[in-house]
């Protein structure tokens, strides 16, 4: 039920009809529908759990938190059922469609300023309250900044869709791994000591850069390749030529943002105070802006989904390359890609100088490009010499030690195929406040780790004597906040996957899919 409003959103698929696609993930598909008994329409994400090598809790618990959400600038679930082998998730219908449709419709050299400084604006405020409260989105990009038509800003994708196909190869499944490598912070490749939300951050920075050049950086790369330039190269930032255009509170934004050591990047709240924001104008704007003149959503996915069909023919031959299959991927707006560790090291084999060459993505700036981040200091793990001479042997030893690394971290996630477990995945708001036992006891068995957390952590700094100030008090209906330093799990959340619940499905040993989680719950 949308207690806000006082509405209820039946949980059964006869009430629904859908109408016509307006959005396509990963693993799911997105529809505009209208719930019949209320006469509104809505968004219904459907996701088929047939096909999908996920952890049934995981995705519970995604689920159930984007219905507790409860923040203007985050897209908060009415409800979630399975019909059949899918899961519906109904949420508002967000008619401006993504950030990134947007700019691939009509603005395919980005945004301009003022235009981006609202939309970052917007998207800060809904990390401040995830942060806050303990989350980590995980999954920050242009395709996941929704508009409505009057210009609303909501963060969307709580990782509902965080599974992983079954492509029925089982030796082709075992070590692959999905994720979202332009907008993943180098502390999340590496999975070595955890990761906490300053991992948003560097994703909002590398978001700000897509909104400004109309794609991330190094998007147009295969996956190793990025994830070796984000691990080696010092990173991508707006002091190129073709970012005369932008002032330099935005470059120092961005900047602030992508420094490697998290510790170095500043809070969500802290960021929300920068300067840069003054240039920010009312939601209205992107409505007189941005959205002024565009097709209606369902036609303009039709049309970029026709043209994606078009240049699949025509790259045909080309379409073995992983080059053109990681620029395929990107210009679908799917922020995944499936890839096996054994190719990964292939290609990394193959890659002598050109993918860690900081020259090859005129995202990086001069500065930059002489291993200097922005504190002045060399970017981790690089010397000022190793950034200048990307043909150095050692670097491909070190892209290999990383993929060495980031093989051991992964094999930590052992995955089951999912099985559909009808029932599970019902949940309404009115649901959740009717205390319906198992969800209810989920809620608060979260709730209290995450105090109990909260409390050490609190104790901790108070020893310590660290204060970021990140205290402010905020309403909301989540847990309490979490605190940065503190390892997250790949649910995104300060609990330990398999600790938390007897329902994960673990131990299907021939059978490790890792999931590079950037999706949260
Ligand atoms: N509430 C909504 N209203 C309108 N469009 C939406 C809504 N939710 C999602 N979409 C559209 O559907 C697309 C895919 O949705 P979503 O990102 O949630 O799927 P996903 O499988 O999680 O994708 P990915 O993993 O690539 O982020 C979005 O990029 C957006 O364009």
């Known amino acids: 039920m949308e207690l806000v409003s006082g509405k209820r959103f039946p949980l059964d698929a006869k009430d629904y009809k859908l109408y016509e696609e307006v959005g396509e993930g990963v693993s799911a598909t997105v529809y505009r529908a209208i719930c019949i008994p209320l006469n509104e329409i809505v968004a219904i994400k459907v996701l088929d759990l047939e096909k999908c090598n996920s952890d049934l809790d995981g995705i519970r618990r995604e689920v159930q938190t984007m219905i507790l959400i409860d923040h203007p600038n985050v897209v908060r679930a009415h409800c979630s059922f399975t019909t059949g082998h899918n899961l519906w998730v109904v949420m508002p219908y967000m008619d401006g469609g993504s950030c990134l449709h947007i700019m691939k419709s009509s603005y395919q050299d980005g945004l301009e300023e003022p235009v981006i400084a609202t939309l970052l604006r917007e998207v800060l405020k809904a990390l401040v309250y995830l942060h806050f409260h303990g989350h980590i989105h995980r999954d920050v990009k242009a395709g996941n900044i929704l508009i409505d038509s009057d210009g609303a800003v909501k963060l969307a994708d709580f990782g509902v869709s965080a599974c992983m ?38 994703s909002f920075g590398i978001t700000a850069l897509e909104l400004a050049h109309g794609h991330a950086p190094f998007s147009k790369y295969p996956p190793m390749k990025v994830l070796l330039m984000t691990l080696q190269n010092a990173p991508p930032g707006l002091d190129y030529e073709r970012d005369k255009r932008f002032s330099k509170s935005f470059k120092e934004l961005v900047a602030a943002c992508l420094v490697k050591d998290p510790k170095k990047r500043p809070t969500s709240e802290k960021l929300l105070k920068h300067h840069f924001f003054k240039n920010a104008r009312n939601t209205d704007y992107l409505a007189r802006t941005i959205l002024d003149g565009l097709p209606p959503l369902g036609e303009r996915f039709r049309i970029l989904k026709a043209k994606e069909a078009d240049l699949l023919v025509q790259n045909k031959a080309l379409y073995e390359d992983k080059d053109q299959l990681s620029q395929q991927e990107y210009m679908r707006g799917i922020s995944a890609w499936n890839f096996n560790l054994e190719d990964l090291k292939n290609q990394a084999a193959l890659i002598q100088d050109d993918a860690i060459s900081n020259s090859e993505d005129s995202s990086v700036s001069g500065k930059q490009r002489n291993g200097q981040d922005d504190a002045g ?43 559909a477990l009808k029932g599970c995945f019902d949940v309404s708001e009115d649901y959740m406040d009717a205390g319906h036992p198992n969800w209810k006891n989920s809620a608060r068995s979260d709730s209290e780790h995450q105090s109990q957390q909260y409390a050490s952590a609190k104790a901790e700094d108070q020893e310590t004597g660290r204060d970021d100030g990140e205290s402010t008090c905020q309403s909301g209906s989540l847990p309490p906040p979490a605190i940065s330093g503190h390892k997250f799990f790949p649910s995104g959340s300060l609990v330990q996957d398999n600790v938390q619940s007897p329902k994960k499905f673990i131990g299907d040993g021939d059978r490790y899919a890792v999931l590079f989680m950037v999706q949260y719950i």
Not at 165 to 181: A, E, K, L, M
Request: net charge negative; hydrophobic share 30%; with cysteine.
């Open 165 to 202: 196909f079954d492509t029925g190869d089982r030796q082709r499944s075992r070590n692959t791994f999905v994720g979202t490598p332009c907008w993943m912070a180098p502390e999340v490749m590496q999975q070595l000591h955890g990761y906490d939300f300053k991992a948003d951050i560097w």
């Open 377 to 419: 200091t060399p970017p981790d793990g690089v010397s000022p010499d190793r950034a200048n001479h990307s043909n150095d042997a050692q670097q491909l030893e070190d892209g290999l030690n990383d993929i060495h690394d980031l093989e051991n971290s992964l094999a930590a996630f052992p995955m089951k195929p999912l099985q």
